[in-house]
């Protein structure tokens, strides 16, 4: 697939370079996602804390797409609310959905924005997502 540079170098760099990779010793959640096109998987940990994400970690196995996402994925949502990362979460399905959006200091996720082009790819870039929505809806009910 062709992207632009600049975009497959954050990508490459947050694949070669995960942050937060890893278990917490006291997760609050623990979610296990396969992507059922491929058979990857992610497992998410997430530490909560009177309404506030403190901690996020994962691990898995995957593509350079779905990795990188974790990587970025855990590092945007880590110290904020469970509103303020879901309305990531949904932001980040509009740019999947090749609507343009801004995430401001966040500008490495946008680099997975270039992905909206490939369906298959967008399973992927969604995946740690999906798994962070389904460890906080159910904390918002
Ligand atoms: Fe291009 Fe996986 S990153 S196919
Ligand atoms: Fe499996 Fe990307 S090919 S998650």
Wanted: net charge negative; proline share 3%.
């Amino acid at each position: 697939m062709e992207l632009n540079d600049l975009y497959r170098r954050v990508i490459m760099d947050h694949y070669k370079n995960p942050r937060n990779r890893g278990e917490l010793e006291q997760e609050s959640v623990a979610i296990a996602l396969n992507n059922p096109t491929c058979g990857d998987r992610i497992s998410l940990q997430l530490q909560l804390e009177d309404g506030i994400i403190t901690d996020a970690r994962f691990t898995g196995e995957g593509c350079s797409i779905s990795m990188s996402s974790a990587s970025m994925m855990t590092e945007a949502v880590k110290g904020r609310s469970y509103e303020e990362a879901l309305d990531l979460a949904e932001r980040f399905s509009s740019l999947m959905q090749g609507q343009d959006v801004e995430f401001e200091e966040l500008e490495d996720i946008e680099a997975l924005s270039g992905v909206n082009k490939f369906p298959a790819r967008i399973k992927c870039a969604t995946l740690a997502w999906n798994a962070l929505k389904k460890g906080i809806e159910p904390q918002t009910n």
